[in-house]
């Protein structure tokens, strides 16, 4: 495995756990939404700020899933190798 695709590996793996983190929040905000839907007390984080945090957590994982370009960028195009 040459560097070029060892560093791709490891930009689309830092996407996969940014999506699971997203992931992870959006479900939080669900849960504090139905949680305040319950009770009148908020204590904490609102539901916004998890969703918030959740979208921009997801965009990025998504981003870094699909950055070829950030490989491209860091190695170059890919030479022939014959």
Same mark, same amino acid.
């Given at each position: 495995? %040459? =560097?070029? @695709?060892?560093? +791709?590996? !490891? !930009?689309?793996? $830092? +996407?996969?756990?940014? $999506?699971?983190? +997203?992931? /992870? *929040?959006?479900?939080?905000?669900?849960?504090?939404?139905?949680?305040?839907?319950?009770? =009148?007390?908020? @204590? /904490?984080?609102?539901?916004?700020? *998890?969703?918030?945090?959740?979208?921009?957590?997801? %965009?990025? /994982? $998504?981003?870094? !899933? @699909?950055?070829?370009?950030? $490989?491209?960028?860091? *190695?170059?195009?890919?030479? =022939?190798?014959?």
């Amino acid at each position: 495995m %040459t =560097d070029r @695709k060892i560093f +791709g590996l !490891v !930009v689309r793996l $830092v +996407g996969i756990a940014m $999506v699971i983190y +997203g992931l /992870g *929040y959006l479900q939080g905000a669900l849960s504090l939404y139905l949680q305040a839907m319950s009770s =009148d007390a908020s @204590k /904490g984080y609102s539901p916004a700020a *998890y969703l918030i945090a959740g979208v921009l957590a997801l %965009t990025t /994982g $998504v981003f870094f !899933v @699909k950055a070829e370009w950030l $490989v491209r960028f860091a *190695y170059g195009r890919e030479s =022939d190798p014959t």
